[in-house]
C-alpha cells in the first residue's frame, strides 16, 4: 500500500506545539529552533492545504482541522512509543510503583533486602498515593506494580496475589497494655479514619457486627492508612490497620489491639506486570521473593472474620 503522508518530523512538530500551544515550548522539547517548528508547520499546511494554527493575541490556538488532527496523532505517537519501547535494550532496571502505605509499611524493607541478596537485579520503586490502586502500562513508565485489588485485572497483564487485606483496629502500646478493650471501651473511643469515606470502620463494624453497638463516628480523616495509623500510635485515638502491615509494630511493641478480631476486606495486594514484558526472569525472580517474604511473616493471634 502507497501510504500518502506527510514527513514523520513536520508531525511531530505538529503534534507538540499543539500539546504546547507554543512554538517556542515545542522547540524547547525536540531540540530544535522555533524557526524550524515553524518550516515543519507550513510543509504540514502544504500538504493538508489548511491553516493549522492562528494567532490571537500572544495566544497560539488551534484551527478545527488541527482539532480534528490532533487526537489520532498523540494516539499514534503513544502507539510508536509503546513500540519502540518493547524493543529498546533492557537496562536491567524493574520500575515498581506501589501505594504510599504498603511502601512504607512492608515492601521497602524488603525491596532492601532483595538488592543485597540480588544485586544484578535493580528494582526502583515509586511510592504513590492512590485512592484507589491502579497502573496504566501504556502510559506511565513502571514494569510491575502492587496493587490492592480485587484480583481483576486485563488479561494481557500477569498477576499474583501476595496477601489478603485483613482490617483491624490499633492503638497505642499503652492503651492495650491490659489487654483486649472491653465494649463500653470500644464505643467511646475517638475514632480515627485512614480515609474519607470512613470505609474501613463501616467494613469492620459490619463484618464484626458491632453496627447496632458501636456508633460509626465523625472523628479524624486521613487521606490513607498510613496516616491514621501512626495517628494511633501516638495515642490520639483508634484507627483501622492492615493486619500483615501492622504485625512488625504489634510484635516490638510500637502499637496495640484493642479488639482481636480482624476482617477480610475483600481486596488483596497483588504483583502485576505486563504478560509480554521482555524481563519476565527477573519479574518472576521478584515475585518469588515476595512471596517467601509474606510467608516468613509472623502475625499477631487474632480471631479472623
Request: aromatic share 8%; proline share 6%.
Amino acid at each position: 500500500m502507497n501510504r500518502r503522508l506527510p514527513p514523520l518530523y513536520a508531525l511531530r512538530a505538529f503534534e507538540a506545539a499543539a500539546r504546547h500551544a507554543s512554538f517556542t515550548r515545542a522547540a524547547e522539547e525536540l531540540a530544535i529552533t522555533q524557526s524550524a517548528v515553524s518550516r515543519h508547520i507550513r510543509t504540514l499546511e502544504e500538504h493538508f492545504a489548511c491553516r493549522l494554527f492562528e494567532r490571537r493575541g500572544r495566544s497560539l490556538q488551534l484551527t478545527d482541522p488541527a482539532r480534528a488532527l490532533l487526537p489520532g496523532l498523540s494516539d499514534g505517537f503513544d502507539a510508536l512509543e509503546r513500540a519502540c519501547g518493547a524493543l529498546r535494550a533492557d537496562d536491567g532496571v524493574l520500575r515498581l510503583k506501589a501505594p504510599s502505605t504498603l511502601t512504607m509499611r512492608w515492601l521497602l524493607a524488603r525491596l532492601s533486602h532483595f538488592r543485597l541478596a540480588y544485586p544484578d537485579s535493580e528494582v526502583q520503586l515509586t511510592s504513590a498515593w492512590m485512592d484507589v490502586d491502579k497502573v496504566d502500562f501504556r502510559h506511565e513508565p513502571f514494569d510491575c506494580a502492587v496493587l490492592l485489588s480485587d484480583g481483576q485485572f486485563p488479561e494481557e497483564w500477569d498477576s499474583v496475589l501476595l496477601f489478603e487485606e485483613w482490617l483491624i483496629p490499633v492503638c497505642a502500646t499503652a492503651d492495650a497494655a491490659d489487654g483486649p478493650w472491653p465494649l463500653a471501651r470500644l464505643q467511646a473511643a475517638e475514632q480515627l479514619h485512614p480515609t474519607p469515606d470512613r470505609r474501613d470502620w463501616r467494613r469492620w463494624l459490619q463484618a464484626t457486627g458491632l453496627s447496632e453497638q458501636v456508633p460509626l463516628k465523625s472523628g479524624q480523616l486521613f487521606d490513607m492508612l498510613e496516616q491514621g495509623i501512626v495517628a494511633a500510635a501516638r495515642g490520639y485515638g483508634v484507627s483501622i490497620g492492615d493486619l500483615l502491615m501492622v504485625a512488625e509494630d504489634v510484635q516490638v511493641g510500637r502499637l496495640g489491639l484493642p479488639w482481636r478480631q480482624a476482617v477480610c476486606s475483600g481486596d488483596s495486594y497483588y504483583l502485576v506486570w505486563p504478560r509480554t514484558h521482555r524481563a519476565q526472569a527477573r519479574l518472576q525472580r521478584l515475585r518469588d521473593y515476595l512471596l517467601a517474604e509474606v510467608a516468613a511473616m509472623r502475625l499477631p493471634e487474632v480471631e479472623r472474620l
